[in-house]
């Protein structure tokens, strides 16, 4: 099964797509938000163009488990996404993600525009990459 995963963001949206085989992420681009409708468009046409058969969307939690702000607003999203798509939307909980793939990047050698043009991206890859690492049976849809 071909998965795209989301680094949501209210500014930039990481999207990264898998192997056909479910098995490795990689990145696929940013979609920098513009107003709900584009962004939506956009986000489906690369589903479309990666053939991709689910959606699996980082959901950051406090260390404890709690939810944040931003939890929430990737609640919403999910549950704009569920309205628009047919595709099952897997959730994957994650920590930092962003701030590990800056580290990752920067280690690389990128900063300034090169690595703000490809972190999102990167965090897509880590949310996607933890989510095909699961043994199926823990893969629960949204």
């Known amino acids: 099964m071909k998965y795209l995963g989301i680094d949501y963001g209210t500014k930039r949206t990481g999207v990264a797509a898998s192997d056909t085989g479910g098995s490795m992420a990689f990145p696929r681009r940013t979609i920098v938000m513009t107003t709900r409708d584009r962004f939506f468009a956009e986000l489906l046409a690369v589903a479309e163009e990666e053939r991709a058969e689910a959606y699996v969307v980082g959901l ?14 990737v609640r919403n999203f999910v549950e704009r996404l569920k309205r628009r ?3 099952p939307v897997y959730l994957m909980e994650e920590f930092l993600s962003s701030y590990e793939a800056e580290d990752d990047l920067r280690d690389a050698g990128l900063s300034g525009r090169a690595l703000e ?3 999102d991206q990167q965090a897509a890859v880590r949310i996607l990459q933890s989510f095909l690492n699961l043994p199926e ?3 629960t849809p949204a």
């Open 85 to 87: 798509t047919t595709l």
């Open 137 to 139: 049976s823990r893969r």
């Open 117 to 119: 043009a490809v972190v």
């Open 60 to 73: 950051p939690l406090l260390h404890d488990g709690t939810d944040t702000l931003t939890t929430r607003q």
